[in-house]
């Protein structure tokens, strides 16, 4: 079993952190879990938690829902999520445009 110096087992492993942190629905309840995370895994969880909310919201199919979704989200990782969502949903886009060309051809 891997172990991880530091990090208590309720977070372990950080993915399992980072998920955790991005289900909860409040900044309070974010920052609350966050503070609790020791300062020497910050960096690494903080990318991890950053994909994982990114993830949730982008899943999200009705933009007021997204920017909602957004606007929970801690001032700390607000810009990168909402980065990363606004990518996700730019593929997204790239990527139906792309099927429905293929399939006007077919």
Known sequence: MTEFVG??????????????IAYLNTIAEREACWARIPANWHAMIGILVIHAIGRRIADMPQ??????????????????????????????????????SSEVTA
């Open 63 to 100: 933009k007021f829902d997204r920017q909602n979704a957004i606007a929970s989200v801690p001032e700390l990782w607000r810009a990168p999520v909402k980065a990363l969502v606004l990518s996700f949903w730019q593929t997204r886009h790239l990527r139906q445009s792309a099927i429905s």
């Open 7 to 20: 990090l208590p087992k309720e977070f372990c492993p950080p993915e399992k952190a980072a998920e955790h």
